[in-house]
Structures are given as C-alpha cells and as structure tokens.
C-alpha cells in the first residue's frame, strides 16, 4: 500500500522531534500502524535555521498554505504553536478534507469547540494527544481506558516548568527568582515566563481534560487560574514539616451542582505518589467511580516525549484510514503478520545485580573466601553488611549487594559459594534493578 | 437506535461487577459510546447463589451456549476464568460472528494466539484490557498510546496478593505465613494460593504485554517465574537499610539479540514510584525510547476495577460498531450532541482545605484573636506552627492547617484576619488537597 503522506507545519522542538521518531522507528512504525507514514513537506518560517533533525527527503515551504492546499498530503500536523495563524491553518486544513493532528493546547482550549465541530461536518479526525501532559497518553486514557466510568475527579502535575522550580526550591533551599532564572538558562522556561508560572499553559490544559472528563464544552475562561509566583522558601519548609508538599496542580472535581475547574498551588501530604513526582515530570490522578484512583506519569515536555504523543496520534490516524474497523488496532499491536522472532533469552543471558543473603560460621576469613569467589567470576561487589551474632548463636547473616553481571556467572559463584564449608544455610538471592 | 445487547458467561466477582457499573453509569456510558448497552443474558452455573448485583431484566441461563448461540447478542463477555470451556466459548462466540471481551489472562496467554487468528477471519473483534493489571488500561496505552516508540523495556507490579503480602511483610514487620493468611482471610489470596504467590498469575499477565510491547508472538512457557515464598522479614529489613525495597516485578526487557521475560521478586531503589506502589495496587513502568520513562498505577483487582476494563472494551466494540470510522471516538469522548451543562462553579463554592502564612506581632493574643476569627466562620484548625523571632526581628511567623471548608467563608475570615493590627504582612494563603 501507498505511504500515507503527513504535512508538517512547523520544525521546531516538537516538529524536529516528530521527524527524529518517524525516521528512527519508521519501520517498527508501519508494522503497528499496517501502512508507511512520510513526512513529504514541512513548513518552516526559517529554512536556513540549525535543526535537531535531518530533513533529507522532506521539501521545505516558507507558505504554510502549500503544506495545507497539497491534494497528495493526508493529514496535517499542525506543531506552530498559537492561536492565530494556528486556527486558520487547522480550519483550512479541514476544509480541504485533511485530517489533523495538533500538540497546541491553547488552540484546543480557546478554539477546539469550532475546529471539532467542522471537522464532524467534513468527517475528518482532529487529534491532540501530545496538547495534554506530553508523552503520556492521557486523551486516550480518559476517552477510551476510563470510559465506564463516572470520573468523579482529577489532579494533574500539567506544567513542567513549574514543576521543575517548586522541586528546586524544594531539593535545594532556593529561592522562587533563583531557580526560574535556572530554568530559563536551562530551556525548560521561555524568556517571558507568565504562560508557565502564572498558570495559564496549566489552564489550557485542565479546559481539555475537564471537557473529557465531565463531558462539558471546553470553557477555558471559567478556570480559576492562580500561579506560583508568591510562594517562598518559608512555605516549602512549613509545608515539609508539617508532612505535605507544595505542587502546582490542575484539579477538576465534579459537584452535584456544577464542576471545580482551578489551577493553584497545593500542599499534597507528602506520602502521595502525586507529591513525589518531581522536576520536570507530569502526572495526572483520575478517579474514576469504577476504578478508584489511577495515576498516569511521564516526561510532560521535551521534542521526543511530546512527539511521541504526535506519532501516536498519527498512527490512530493512519489506522483509521486502512484497516477494516475491526481490525483498527491488531490483537497484538503489530499486524499479524509483522510479528517479530526476536527469541526470548535464557535466564543466564539476562544482566542484572543481585542481592545474596548467607548464614555463614562466624570466624575469620568467611567474607574474605566469599569475596574471593566473587572477584574469580569477575562480579563487582557494591555493598555488605555483616552482622554480629545474635546470643547464643554461632553463624550470622553476611549480605551482598553486586553491579550488575550476567546470570550465568552469578550462578557458577553461587554454586561455589553454597558449597563452602563456612555457609551454613542455602544462600537466597534477590535479583536488583534500578529500572533507568 | 437499539442498544446493543450484550451476553455475559460469568456472574461471579467480575461479572458482577461489571453488571452494577453498568446499571449505574448506563446513561453516561451512552452518551459516550453513542449507543446504549444492555445486558441481556448471563450465564451462571449457580442461579440461586447470592449475588452482588441486581439482575432484574438479565435473562438468567444454566447453559453457557445458550449465551453463545444467541442470535440476537452481538457482544460475548467472557468473565469465567480458566482455560478449558473459556477457550471452546470464546472460540464459539468468534465462529458465530459475535465479538468478545474477556478478563481471562490465562486465556489470552495460553490460546491468545489461536483465537486471535479465528477472530481475525471472522472480522470479529476480541478486547481483553480487563485481562492484565484491572483497572489500569495498559493494553491500550501499549498498542495505541505508546505507538511511536520502540519500547525498551517495562517493569510491573502486575499481582495486587503479592504486593499485599511484600506491603504488609515490610510495613508491619510480619512473616510470609502469617500475612498469606491474612490475605486468604480477607480475600485477596485464594485457599491455593499457588498462581498468586508463585508468580504464574504474573507470567500470564508479562506475556500478554510484551507480545504488545515488542511485536512478538505470545510465548507464556518461555517466561522465567520465581514466587515469593522464600523472601524472609530479614531480607525486607536488610533491603530497607541499603536504600531498597523488594517488589515481585514482571519484566520485559528488549535485547539485541533476544527479550528477557522474567517474574521474580526484585529489589528497586526506594525513591522510585514503583518502589512505594503498596497493597493491593498495580503499577507497570513502561520506557520507550522516544517518551522516555512512563508509569501507569491503579487498582489490579476487585470487581469494579476489573469492571471499568471491561466496560471501556465494550464502548471501544460499541463505537466500531456504531459510528464511521472517522467519528468512532468523540473529541471531547461524549457525543457532541450528549455534552452536559454541568456549570463552572465559582471559587466561593469551592470546599478545600487551606495552609495559611501570617507574619504578626510577637506578643500574646494574637494567636487568639486569629484562632477567634477562623472560629467565628465554622474553621476548624488542624495544625497551627508559631515560632520564636529571629535575634532582632519583632514580628514572627504564624502558620495555619484547616480542616475543610467553603472558599467563600475562608474568605471572609481571611479578610477579618488580614485588617488585624497584629498582622504585619500580606498573609498568603495555598489550598490543600488530601486527593483521597
């Protein structure tokens, strides 16, 4: 089959991004999605300007309008930013028969009422997955995961540079002023920083996931909207002794007579998942009436986190296109026939660390003899901890942490080592992971 | 249009619960779904058996085929466990055209492969989000979500009895015994306790989701699973003090030449989310190399959980096949015709809790005078924090918890408390949330 042709407007951050995954996973791509996706035309302001990305292949345009008014290109993926030149893209995109996907949340919240409903009336799809919290795939969690249920409420983590500063100010006793200007020479803050501190990028936000959730109108003018601006080192250190943590959230919360829409700072007791989400990370608690509480997290900005939500929605796209309805999504994600044989390994190919637990006689030389068996297989020991024996007894439990080595030598040091006269017990070992 | 009539094979935890999730949210789930769904036919091997649903209008039958050979249902849930009539009724339903969603991770795990193929033939849809980590729908996040990436690897606290008894070992300072029995008594562990504590529930569960992961077929014998029955109080107390805490994890793991399937117990840095996942719940961390790290955490188990899985698959049946392609999902997940007016309140109506900063005079009274005011409205006061003057300084801070109350009344009080002679600054006040 034809690869489906996809117009990008836009090669900055998240437009740089999405070319970088569609080259890079290209194929494991068409496997999921039945059917190629290329980039065949990308509009950019600047064409001379440095990329992150290799543009081989791709035709540049400085009209925007050449991108839309192009019968070859299917779907337009609108990744500008804004909402002026953003909607009447998007709108004319639409009318010209074009699917859409977009990562503006401020064109959604301000304008999505209009776009999807011409989009209903030209029957193309409009998708926003990477407008809401990045990379994770939220929109799809809250319209299709969590669809039995009544969503009573949700609290989100929905603006990484705010989170990013409360955690500084947090982790390193800084002050609001100090750790913003960090941000900004860091990238994770613009030059004007109103749209991330005061709350405003967080409210776009909150409108989309409130409208899913509740199924309202999106009404981004009725969101309370207060940002971080005011709080000082003074709250951070009362909020921690008092056993709570300040976080910027996004709560919508439905009432028997009308829903909460607000964005403010909130001291969350500091045992909640939620209040240890930190930096730049995004997360979002659901609870739905089914369900209970469910808690969604993952890089919420970034070109490769936030392209990741475009290339998925590309892919929702593009399988909407192909496939019979029934067979949409395979049972399996890849197409039956694009399965892999990528064998499953044997235990002793994997690498991990291990923890080793013994009860060892309690004389000289014991750690020395373990040790020494470790070193022969060439397993680095990371930690120990050596007991003294209890009354009356006459061995004590000696414990290794290691790095990480294969399994098959873990288990030929293991073997020696349970066969010591000096171990008194059948060794048990816990494997290690530090899941980065 | 007619609702589409759905035949349940199962009235037991899940199918009871899926019965009252949809009695209860049925309108909701319709404007959703654009169609509505009954339940028109349950199978049941004890009709008289107390149930935890109300089955007035479902057509009880002693004869699963019966459910099956129903020419008037279009979707079969399959809610039974087990593998053996499971798989001859599924594969029954899918040669009659009917689509089916099923819970059963066994099933999916053992027979997954063959059913899928049947299902394919017959263009007849099989969903199973219900069959791996309840509630959470990883399925989706996986095959749909996540599609952009190449996913490395996904770590997953996929057993909710093993995360009880590890929860309960460490919190309490308890023995394995003693905490299985608590769990059989409470019913989170059955009389055999076998699938749960030796991890083959878990390796059913990793199977199904590194199949999605990484594009391979389903392969559940070649998956290494080791229980928890060997992990001593000694072996959660020696984790804690090297920073650790032991987790029975299923792990997927893609590698050059192979993938790593493995369930085993697990120590996990503490500072990691997944490290401080507790009880029953369930968490899967899932890298992709564009989004990065991802974690998805709700309840595993239970009847309404598991019930909010198999709903969100009968509306995803029920939209493919009710709606054109293009519109199978709404935009804003309810039909743009079934949006509610639900009103934005205003903050006044806002209930919350308030944290509360207050520079005042270092002289006495003034803790009263405000304590007077917060009561005057009907605060009650949680915490309050005053502390000394720094050397030179003749104001203090003075740091209030509230219990919850209207914003409208804190309000009020806060403005009684600001013209305070005693208060020396801008007090600055931040909502507090518990998220419960």
Known sequence: MEPVKVGLLGLGTVG???????????????????????????????????????????????DPWQVVNDPQIAIVAELIGGTDIAR??????????????????????LHGNEIFARASEKGVMVAFEAAVAG????????????????????????????NFILTAMRDQGRDFDDVLAEAQRLGYAEADPTFDVEGIDAAHKLTILAAI?????????????????????????????????IKHLGIARRRENGVELRVHPCLVPARRLLANVDGVMNAVVVKGDAVGPTLYYGPGAGAEPTAS?????????????????????????????????????????VETAYYLRLRVADRPGVLADVARILADENISIEAVIQKEPQPGQTDVPLIFLTHRVRE????????????????KAPPYRIRLETLE
């Not at 009404?219 to 250190?237: M, P, S």
């Not at 029934?326 to 039956?336: D, I, S, T």
């Not at 098959?408 to 171990?423: E, G, H, K, P, Y």
Request: glycine share 8%.
């Open 135 to 162: 990379g994770i795939p939220i929109i799809k969690v809250l319209r299709e995961g969590l669809a039995g249920n009544r969503i009573e409420w949700l609290a989100g983590i929905i603006n990484g540079t705010g």
């Open 309 to 349: 939500a475009v290339v998925a929605d590309l892919v929702d796209v593009v399988r909407t296109m192909t496939a019979d309805p029934e067979n949409r999504v395979p049972h399996l994600a890849f197409q039956p026939d694009a399965l892999s044989d990528l064998p499953p390994l044997p235990m002793a190919a």
């Open 213 to 245: 959730a509740f199924g309202i109108p999106l009404q981004f003018d009725k969101v309370y909207t207060e940002g971080i601006t005011r709080i000082t080192q003074e709250d951070v250190r009362y909020a921690e002794e008092l056993g709570y943590r």
């Open 88 to 109: 009447e893209l998007v709108l004319g995109a639409i009318e010209r028969g074009k699917h859409v996907v977009t990562a503006n949340k401020a064109l959604i919240a």
């Open 16 to 62: 740089g991004g999405t070319v970088n995954v569609l080259a890079r996973n290209g194929e494991e791509i068409a496997r999921r999605a039945g059917r190629a996706l290329v980039i065949a035309k990308a509009f950019t302001r600047s064409p001379d300007k440095p990329r992150i990305c290799d543009l081989s292949g791709i035709e540049q345009v400085t």
């Open 408 to 423: 098959q030598a873990f288990d030929a040091a293991l073997a020696r080592i349970t066969a010591l006269d000096s171990v």
